[in-house]
């Protein structure tokens, strides 16, 4: 690429990159200019926290927002460490690992709304698990998991769902950073008589770090963006944030306070994205 | 002592593999069959509290769906949003992709972190403006709207999955044909092109598979023009148990299927998109 990059124009890389700049420029970067601009404006068009207020003295944002802290931990630490358990599996390359690699990967595909719908066809009152349980007889009565009332057992069907779709996104991202891994830091440890764990608690987790430290913090991410899954096996019974955007526009045509709630999720996102370009400067330090 | 034989671990050590793979296979496939089970199943059977696996079938549901229940337009809707989406992100993205895999320039790193700074941003945030915009150049409730909404999302990710793939095909490929007297356009389309292309179709489906099973946007943008995520979400939970399952069926098809033809491409795919 030196050998004739003399007789180009130097600003071609530039007119390349100027669509998708403009494009960005125009629908992420005006929009969010808009939000902020929606937010801090009160109804009579002032600059005003006044939306704020409405917000943290409704106790459904509270609520939402301890529910979407609740699915975090409950879902993310589990999934992180299951994920890698599974690239470790996978990466160990027995025979036909690929087989199972592609059947890891299918929900990769699988929008949230069609999880939704393949749990709620597993755990509804005449679903395979109720119809399963009584046809063997462990129960005389369906167990209902959807409902009013219900939503500690529909949080726990949430969870399970997030963790049969969402689990092998964390996989890809671990697996990717154990196959680059060098075989020459194996067969030196071989040499120096290491055991598994020693190998593995001295190579592969060192190694494997930066990736687990992303995946945890991309997960974090897309943990405040749940949605789907939530919203299709609860309704508004268990609020969360994004759906109280959802439900803010969509039914009461609120665009202020949908708009507020969707700063909230943004700042949040800032925060966590902050937290994780600290954590791989200081990476970038110690090397 | 001299051990005789197979050591026992190694023999152990198949059997645990197959023991693990076999609950791997099973988590993943059990969802997919049931609810494959239950799009065809007939509803008697569904309402049948002793029958566990159905044994009536019936496309009567796929039916109902696609006309009493203008499914048909949604997906109709689905397939135009995101075959737009797709075109649309190559077009834009794909020039951005060569760039960053094939030239060194000052600003290079800012323009490659302004890209992955927007991705920071959920569609939640952006939804609502979008929404106010669009009714303002009036593409609010259209499928363009949404298929421009859904580009925002997707571009980052092409711009960045392109440049990987472009980057794996050699550049001395594209500097022999340039000395054979080739413009560098024309080394791109006649050269580089045609070696990219498996890699750059894969990344096509990637996203067209993002728009098709987005769902958030899709509904906040649009009221009569939905796409078949966002239908199902409106009118799902009103309808009864059986067209729920073959609504979650029609979703997950076509996903199932364009995963076959990526697999190969999987991993790297995913593992840039996600970083």
């Known amino acids: ?287 | 002592m001299i051990k005789k034989g197979i050591p026992l671990s190694l023999k152990i050590r198949p059997l645990i593999t197959t023991i693990i793979i076999i609950i791997i296979v099973i988590w993943f496939i059990t969802p997919l069959i049931l609810i494959t089970l239950s799009a065809f199943a007939a509803p008697k059977d569904y309402y049948q509290i002793d029958k566990v696996i159905p044994t009536h079938f019936t496309l009567n549901q796929f039916k109902s769906l696609f006309f009493g229940l203008q499914a048909w337009k949604a997906i109709v809707n689905s397939l135009k949003v995101a075959g737009l989406t797709m075109w649309l992100s190559f077009l834009i993205g794909l020039p951005a992709g060569y760039a960053l895999s094939r030239y060194i320039f000052p600003g290079k790193n800012f323009l490659k972190l302004f890209i992955l700074a927007t991705r920071m941003f959920p569609l939640m945030v952006l939804a609502i403006p979008l929404l106010i915009i669009f009714m303002r150049i009036g593409v609010s409730d259209t499928v363009w709207g949404t298929s421009l909404a859904h580009t925002a999302m997707v571009l980052p990710m092409i711009i960045l999955i392109s440049s990987s793939i472009i980057s794996s095909v050699s550049v001395e490929y594209e500097e022999a044909a340039m000395i054979f007297g080739l413009s560098r356009t024309q080394a791109f389309f006649r050269v580089t092109l045609p070696l990219a292309l498996p890699g750059l179709a894969a990344s096509a489906i990637f996203a067209f598979i993002i728009s098709w099973n987005e769902v958030f946007v899709s509904t906040i943008l649009t009221l009569t023009n939905r796409t078949l995520p966002a239908h199902i979400l409106k009118t799902a939970m009103a309808s009864p148990d059986y067209f729920k399952f073959t609504a979650g069926f029609i979703m997950a098809l076509p996903a199932m299927i364009f995963i076959f033809f990526v697999r190969k491409h999987l991993v790297t795919m995913w593992g840039i998109a996600l970083k």
């Open chain 1, 1 to 287: 690429m030196i050998a004739f990059d003399s007789r180009e124009k130097k600003w071609i890389p530039y007119l390349l990159f100027l669509p998708p700049l403009i494009y960005l420029i125009g629908f992420v970067g005006y929009p969010l200019i808009k939000v902020l601009q929606i937010t801090f404006t009160s109804v009579e068009g002032k600059f005003s926290l006044e939306n704020f207020i409405i917000l943290t003295r409704d106790s459904t944002f509270w609520k939402a927002f301890k529910n979407t802290l609740y699915f975090l931990i409950a879902i993310v630490p589990l999934q992180v460490i299951l994920a890698f358990l599974l690239a470790l599996f996978i990466n160990s390359r027995f025979k036909g690992y690929m087989t199972v690699l592609y059947v890891i990967s299918i929900p990769l595909a699988l929008s949230d709304v069609s999880a939704a719908l393949m749990s709620y066809n597993i755990f509804t009152s005449h679903g395979f698990l109720n119809k399963f349980l009584m046809k063997m007889g462990f129960i005389e009565y369906p167990i209902y998991f959807f409902g009013l009332g219900l939503s500690s057992r529909a949080f726990w069907v949430i969870v399970l769902t997030e963790l049969w779709r969402a689990t092998p996104l964390v996989f890809i991202i671990l697996l990717a950073s154990l196959q680059v891994i060098s075989k020459d830091y194996f067969e030196a440890a071989e040499v120096f008589g290491f055991n598994g764990w020693q190998k593995f608690f001295h190579i592969t987790l060192p190694l494997t770090m930066p990736s687990l430290q992303s995946a945890l913090l991309i997960r974090t991410l897309f943990a405040f963006q749940i949605f789907g899954v939530v919203w299709l096996l609860s309704g508004r019974d268990i609020p969360i944030l994004a759906g109280e955007v959802y439900y803010q526009q969509a039914e009461l045509s609120n665009f202020r306070m949908a708009a507020t709630y969707g700063f909230i999720i943004a700042l949040i996102s800032i925060i966590i994205s902050w937290f994780y370009i600290i954590l791989l400067r200081s990476k970038h330090l110690e090397v």
